[in-house]
């Protein structure tokens, strides 16, 4: 179960990455703004947020 | 920090000796973490989310809160902290043992368990955020100054979609810290499960 866990965390961070990365490719250059980039950053840093949490939740002693 | 319950109900927490005083704690430290990252959001040039000018917006009422910002600031960031302790003592209280009898995997004590069900509640409140209170309360204030909301926070002012997902990412934020800091596990170490005495012991 925790292997489990830990690897679905290890997705969803590499996930984030992914749509992190794509989102700063597609964002221009300051004062322009794009839907789509600026959506993907915001969707690929929950992700790492999500997965950064499953990962203390799983090295927190019990 | 760490702290046995002296209702001798076996449950012990990461801070606090009571699932009150956790979830205050708790909820200090979520509210804050996340109201800090909201402020930093344009540094990954996403909408900055400012809910404590937000707030201030409400309470001290525009034109006066853009003509003295500094006191819908410090106004609504009173209010801000105060909402965002008190969800997560009714986090503590109400919702977490609630879960934990409902939803059979997140019944037992375990950090893990404990995460999730801070990141169901942020999500929870990231809903209430954006259906309610911005486009019924927000909306209506910044309208006239050329920034809408939109429905389900689609459409603030310049921004579209993203905003409703930057919305997320600082629910998410608070969820996450919520939930790793307000954590009871067995005092005696193993696994335990929610039970309807459990969450009445705790109190």
């Known amino acids: 179960m925790a292997a489990r866990t830990m690897m679905a965390a290890a997705g969803l961070f590499v996930l984030g990455l992914i749509l992190l990365i794509a989102g700063a490719v597609i964002e221009p250059a300051a004062p322009a703004i794009s839907q789509s980039g600026e959506s993907l950053i915001a969707l690929g840093l929950t992700f790492i947020a999500i997965a950064v949490g499953f990962f203390f939740a799983w090295a927190a002693p019990s | ?203």
């Open chain 2, 1 to 203: 920090m760490e702290g046995e319950d002296s209702s001798n109900s076996g449950v012990k927490y990461l801070v606090g000796k009571t699932a009150g005083k956790s979830g205050v704690i708790a909820g200090l430290v979520a509210t804050h973490i996340a109201t800090i990252f909201g402020l930093w959001f344009y540094g990954a040039r996403l909408p900055k989310f400012d809910f404590p000018s937000l707030n201030g917006y409400i309470y001290v009422g525009l034109p006066f809160g853009f003509t003295h910002p500094d006191v819908a600031f410090v106004v609504g960031g009173v209010f801000h902290y105060v909402d965002g302790i008190l969800f997560g003592l009714i986090f503590a209280l109400v919702v977490s043992p609630m879960m934990g009898r409902i939803i059979k995997p997140l019944a037992a004590m375990t950090p893990t368990a404990n995460y999730i069900k801070g990141l169901i509640w942020g999500w929870t409140l990231w809903i209430i955020s954006s259906a309610l209170w911005m486009p019924l309360l927000i909306g209506p204030i910044l309208a006239p100054y050329g920034a809408p909301v939109g429905t389900f926070l689609t459409s603030f002012g310049p921004y579209g979609v993203q905003a409703l997902l930057a919305n997320l990412l600082w629910h998410t934020i608070w969820g996450a810290n919520l939930g790793l800091i307000f954590s009871p596990r067995p005092a005696s170490g193993g696994v335990r499960s929610w039970t309807r005495a459990t969450a009445a012991e705790m109190r």
